[in-house]
């Protein structure tokens, strides 16, 4: 089908399509089925949920600047030889004990890698804001390549339908004359019959093409089919038209404005970062610690202590506080490993970068070309139109005088019908390479 021609760089949209409870109009323009399809697509929903990750790797990131704060409550019952907290000294008897503990500690230095880290997962937080506005540009694309094709075969239905009515009314006149004895040319009646039922034929095929554009345009916006649906016109004088833009100059604004680009070199930069953050892991962690901690025991009335839980509780506080040095040393060469998998990471996002750049280039090109294409056959077409115009114009009136056999008639028509078939496509399709053009600028406009 045509449609599958012009989806070029669009992403799987092989879902099925779902009751989302989304009512549907009987009229629709673009811009409700851009929403409409925005609102419903999975891939977008998808795209979102990414990005609300980064986000929160983004601000955990910044979050470990902070201290730790950790609180520890431990209550024992011992029976027989033991340990007794209040005293320190050994018991043989049974009693309860507790233990209670806040410790803080702060990182001061670990190779930088807490900063490195920041702006690593802000760079891939970037990166998902691209990659969310480029589910949403594909969308927005489809629908328009979608809807398009809609009015496309619409106006092909309508154009048929103008062909059959020609027909039909030849088939009126010619069987008056066939009843009266009147036609000059014996082969005339069947053969305006046979080309009467080979546009009717043409109808029925066209009707069905329009209904399965129709399905494909409610399946991108997910929701049911529905097949009374109609769509708002496009101005045909915006239709046939092209870029002032050259290929190259195209290929420069994309490289600037395209989301999926800007996102390979945001995931390039970011796993540039990501290497100092694994060379981190090789340098001495320096960090300040500190902690609380008081303890009860039964036993210290047992012993004839007269304490209370809260003399026991302040009487035992106590209080640490130090500077705390790590250095690696051999952990079984991971943190090297480290720097070298991140390595190999960066190398990989940065072919990523580059083939996609020279996918752009290309897709540029021949959307560029086909564009052209596109443009020259319009022009081309119009004036051909206009002369089969005139030269049916001029066959009908000879075929009505008698002048002309029906085989001339039938190629002058047939001429005429092929070439307003390939004007209306050659007007669509100028229209679809122009938008995915527009695409590639940043500028995809209504």
Same mark, same amino acid.
């Given at each position: 089908m045509r449609y599958f021609k012009y989806l070029l760089f669009s992403l799987s949209l092989s879902a099925p399509a779902l009751a989302i409870g989304q009512s549907t109009d009987t009229l629709l323009n673009l811009q409700q089925c851009i929403d409409i399809a925005v609102k419903n697509n999975l891939d977008v929903k998808k795209s979102e949920l990414l990005l609300e990750t980064a986000k929160?790797?983004?601000? !955990?990131?910044?979050?470990?600047?902070?201290?730790?704060?950790?609180?520890?409550?431990?209550?024992?019952?011992?029976?027989?030889?033991?340990?007794?907290?209040?005293?320190?000294? &050994?018991?043989?008897?049974? $009693?309860?004990? +507790?233990? /209670?503990?806040?410790?803080?500690?702060?990182?001061? $230095?670990?190779?930088?890698?807490?900063?490195?880290?920041?702006?690593?997962? #802000?760079? %891939?937080?970037?990166? +998902?804001?691209?990659?969310?506005?480029? %589910?949403?540009?594909?969308?927005?694309?489809?629908?328009?390549?979608? /809807?398009?094709?809609?009015? @496309?075969?619409?106006?092909?239905?309508?154009?048929?339908?103008? !062909?059959?009515?020609?027909?039909?009314?030849?088939?009126?006149?010619? =069987?008056?004359?066939?009843?009266? +004895?009147?036609?000059?040319?014996?082969?005339?009646?069947?053969?305006?019959?046979?080309?009467? =039922? @080979?546009?009717?034929?043409?109808?029925?095929?066209?009707?069905?093409?329009?209904?399965? #554009?129709?399905?494909?345009?409610? !399946?991108?916006?997910?929701?049911? &089919?529905?097949?009374?649906?109609?769509?708002?016109?496009?101005?045909?004088?915006?239709?046939?038209?092209?870029?002032?833009?050259?290929? @190259?100059?195209?290929?420069?604004?994309?490289?600037? !404005?395209?989301?999926?680009?800007?996102?390979?070199?945001?995931?390039?930069?970011?796993?540039?970062?990501?290497? #100092?953050? =694994?060379?981190?892991s090789l340098a001495p962690t320096v960090s300040l610690f500190g902690g609380l901690s008081t303890n009860i025991s039964s036993s210290a009335q047992i012993a004839g202590q007269s304490q209370s839980y809260y003399d026991q509780f302040k009487n035992n506080y106590g209080t640490q506080f130090g500077v705390s040095l790590r250095v690696p040393i051999l952990n079984y060469f991971q943190n090297r490993n480290k720097v070298a998998l991140a390595k190999i990471d960066l190398q990989n996002t940065i072919y990523v970068e580059q083939t996609t750049k020279v996918q752009l280039r290309q897709n540029v090109e021949q959307a560029y070309l086909n564009m052209t294409t596109a443009y020259e056959r319009y022009n081309v077409l119009q @004036?051909?139109?206009?002369? /089969?115009?005139?030269? $049916?114009r001029t066959a009908e009136i000879r075929f009505n005088a008698g002048v002309l056999n029906s085989v001339? $008639?039938?190629?002058a028509k047939n001429n005429l019908d092929r070439s307003k078939f390939n004007l209306i496509n050659a007007r669509y399709d100028c229209y679809i390479y122009n938008k995915i053009l527009d695409y590639y600028q940043g500028k995809l406009t209504l």
């Amino acid at each position: 089908m045509r449609y599958f021609k012009y989806l070029l760089f669009s992403l799987s949209l092989s879902a099925p399509a779902l009751a989302i409870g989304q009512s549907t109009d009987t009229l629709l323009n673009l811009q409700q089925c851009i929403d409409i399809a925005v609102k419903n697509n999975l891939d977008v929903k998808k795209s979102e949920l990414l990005l609300e990750t980064a986000k929160v790797n983004s601000n !955990q990131a910044k979050e470990y600047l902070l201290p730790t704060v950790n609180g520890q409550v431990d209550h024992s019952v011992s029976n027989g030889r033991g340990i007794d907290p209040s005293t320190n000294t &050994y018991l043989n008897q049974s $009693f309860r004990s +507790g233990n /209670y503990n806040l410790n803080s500690n702060l990182t001061l $230095f670990s190779g930088l890698q807490n900063l490195n880290n920041i702006k690593q997962t #802000s760079l %891939a937080y970037q990166a +998902g804001k691209m990659d969310f506005q480029q %589910a949403k540009d594909q969308v927005t694309i489809n629908v328009i390549t979608a /809807y398009l094709m809609v009015l @496309d075969n619409t106006e092909l239905l309508n154009q048929v339908k103008n !062909q059959l009515d020609v027909s039909k009314q030849q088939v009126k006149r010619l =069987a008056i004359l066939e009843k009266e +004895g009147a036609n000059k040319t014996p082969q005339d009646y069947p053969d305006i019959k046979g080309i009467f =039922a @080979d546009n009717q034929l043409t109808v029925v095929n066209t009707a069905t093409t329009l209904k399965t #554009s129709k399905l494909n345009l409610l !399946q991108i916006l997910n929701i049911p &089919y529905k097949e009374s649906i109609n769509l708002q016109p496009i101005n045909a004088e915006n239709l046939a038209k092209q870029t002032p833009n050259s290929s @190259d100059q195209v290929y420069d604004i994309a490289l600037n !404005q395209l989301a999926y680009i800007k996102a390979a070199a945001l995931r390039r930069q970011s796993a540039e970062k990501g290497v #100092s953050v =694994a060379r981190g892991s090789l340098a001495p962690t320096v960090s300040l610690f500190g902690g609380l901690s008081t303890n009860i025991s039964s036993s210290a009335q047992i012993a004839g202590q007269s304490q209370s839980y809260y003399d026991q509780f302040k009487n035992n506080y106590g209080t640490q506080f130090g500077v705390s040095l790590r250095v690696p040393i051999l952990n079984y060469f991971q943190n090297r490993n480290k720097v070298a998998l991140a390595k190999i990471d960066l190398q990989n996002t940065i072919y990523v970068e580059q083939t996609t750049k020279v996918q752009l280039r290309q897709n540029v090109e021949q959307a560029y070309l086909n564009m052209t294409t596109a443009y020259e056959r319009y022009n081309v077409l119009q @004036d051909q139109v206009s002369a /089969y115009t005139e030269s $049916f114009r001029t066959a009908e009136i000879r075929f009505n005088a008698g002048v002309l056999n029906s085989v001339e $008639f039938v190629i002058a028509k047939n001429n005429l019908d092929r070439s307003k078939f390939n004007l209306i496509n050659a007007r669509y399709d100028c229209y679809i390479y122009n938008k995915i053009l527009d695409y590639y600028q940043g500028k995809l406009t209504l």
